[in-house]
């Protein structure tokens, strides 16, 4: 396991491919908003904060700031433990007591105290990391995130493990274009991934797709079509093929 300083040094060197891979480290004390943890157990500032996510997309559906927020919070999740893991073969691991959103920033950002990175041999085969990536992200984080956002709004399980794939996908897709050298992997992290549960089933990946790791087309909608003016997304299952 890496020290926190050694910790901090790979998310130093992955915080300018861009806004969502970066995650500011800081003493937790100097923040009074409530961690990761506090939000997964049922924090009351998480259904004042889709509340405020509704107002500002315009919706008086609750459920659809719930899946929108919940498509963001999932690519927040996903951006640095992807990003270690491609480029130093490591995952990276954010402690959900010692980790916090900032709620009232423009898109979320990530706050941290406790971050450290697993050594796994940095075997060259980065398919091989995809279960402890899905233990770092789907299990540690995106599960009891799940829980908590389906206790405030009625949301189908599938609908939001869709948007977790739709958020990976989304993610490895920026890696690639930042670093073009990662493409190739990327895609095998995406095989990889999607073929552990829960998000087994999310979608299809066709990785000759023209950009990479492939063309992903979810099996459900995030209700983004919903939003006054939105529209549909480009991997959204609602789009006619």
């Known amino acids: 396991m890496a020290e926190p300083s050694e910790a901090r040094e790979l998310l130093s060197a992955i915080a300018g491919i861009g806004p969502y891979f970066a995650l500011t480290v800081e003493s937790r004390e100097e923040s009074a908003d409530p961690s990761l943890a506090q939000l997964y157990a049922g924090h009351p500032a998480l259904r004042a904060h889709l509340a405020r996510v509704a107002e500002r997309l315009g919706t008086s559906e609750l459920r659809v700031a719930g899946s929108i927020f919940f498509q963001g919070m ?32 423009p898109g979320v950002p990530l706050r941290t105290a406790g971050a450290s990175a697993a050594d796994s041999g940095r075997s ?28 405030e709004v009625r949301l189908p399980d599938a609908l939001l493990w869709g948007n977790a794939a739709s958020a990976l996908l989304g993610t490895l897709g920026v890696l690639a274009r930042a670093r073009p050298a990662l493409a190739e992997p990327a895609a095998a992290l995406a095989v990889a991934l999607l073929g552990l549960p829960p998000l087994d089933g999310t979608g299809t990946l066709d990785p000759a797709g023209e950009d990479a790791p492939g063309r992903f087309v979810r099996s459900t909608c995030c209700l983004y079509y919903r939003v006054p003016g939105g529209g549909f997304c480009g991997d959204c299952a609602l789009l006619p093929r």
């Open 74 to 105: 999932a690519a927040r999740l996903w951006s640095p433990v992807l990003a270690v893991a491609l480029l130093d073969r490591r995952v990276l691991v954010l402690d959900a007591a010692l980790t916090w959103p900032d709620l009232a920033a």
């Open 124 to 151: 060259p085969d980065i398919a091989a990391l995809a279960p402890e990536v899905a233990d770092a992200t789907v299990t540690a984080h995106l599960t009891p995130l799940l829980d908590a956002v389906r206790r």
